[in-house]
T-cell receptor, first 113, second 109 residues
Framework: GAGVSQSPRYKVAKRGQDVALRCDPISGHVSLFWYQQALGQGPEFLTY????????KSGLPSDRFFAERPEGSVSTLKIQRTQQEDSAVYLC???????????FGSGTRLTVV | RKEVEQDPGPFNVPEGATVAFNCTYS??????FFWYRQDCRKEPKLLMSVYSSGNEDGRFTAQLNRASQYISLLIRDSKLSDSATYLC??????????FGTGTRLQVFP
């Protein structure tokens, strides 16, 4: 597609519920990144894929967070047993190479109530 | 100390003013540098890459000072439409970008 597509745009979850956030990167982009952005803060790195390989997951805040990209294109970020502190905007970005910046999707705004 | 630091602002400037933001980074091995613009409730959008020799794009000038480990963004002749948050981003020796918290700019008439 022309840009990075994320769904859903908004998600309200009850505490303890599992959620799945989807990211469809720009066609042909090898690298895919997930970030978490809290209000008034910059994006915080969560995890990164090159094709289907998850090369860095050092930013995932707990083992309740899990990401996958099984066929090297679409990625899913799953959060199990959501907590209020998980409320944030989850941004996905893709890139075609190290010298380039990222293109971000519109994000998923997650609110845990 | 955070890896990438920015003054959160806000910077309130009149239309037509020149304004500059700095961003410091802690890892001297950092390789690539970028400025992003983020409007309220929108995703960050790449404004410009920052090259060692400095680079200009219209009213925007980006500079890199490796010795002092900072990058800067200068905006000349500010427009109302420049009001946004400006995020600096630094790539170390992997593909991931580390972002600052952003500097908020408000241009008033």
């Amino acid at each position: 597609g022309a840009g990075v597509s994320q769904s859903p745009r908004y998600k309200v979850a009850k505490r303890g519920q599992d959620v799945a956030l989807r990211c469809d990167p720009i066609s042909g982009h090898v690298s895919l990144f997930w970030y978490q952005q809290a209000l008034g803060q910059g994006p915080e790195f969560l995890t990164y894929f090159q094709n289907e390989a998850q090369l860095d997951k050092s930013g995932l805040p707990s083992d309740r967070f899990f990401a996958e990209r099984p066929e090297g294109s679409v990625s899913t970020l799953k959060i199990q047993r959501t907590q209020q502190e998980d409320s944030a905007v989850y941004l996905c970005a893709s890139s075609s190479g190290q010298i380039y910046g990222y293109t971000f999707g519109s994000g998923t705004r997650l609110t845990v109530v | 100390r955070k890896e990438v630091e920015q003054d959160p602002g806000p910077f309130n400037v009149p239309e037509g003013a020149t304004v500059a933001f700095n961003c410091t980074y802690s890892n001297s091995a950092s390789q690539s540098f970028f400025w992003y613009r983020q409007d309220c409730r929108k995703e960050p959008k790449l404004l410009m890459s920052v090259y060692s020799s400095g680079n200009e794009d219209g009213r925007f000038t980006a500079q890199l000072n490796r010795a002092s480990q900072y990058i800067s963004l200068l905006i000349r002749d500010s427009k109302l439409s420049d009001s946004a948050t400006y995020l600096c981003a630094v790539r170390e020796n992997t593909d991931k970008l580390i972002f600052g918290t952003g500097t908020r700019l408000q241009v008033f008439p």
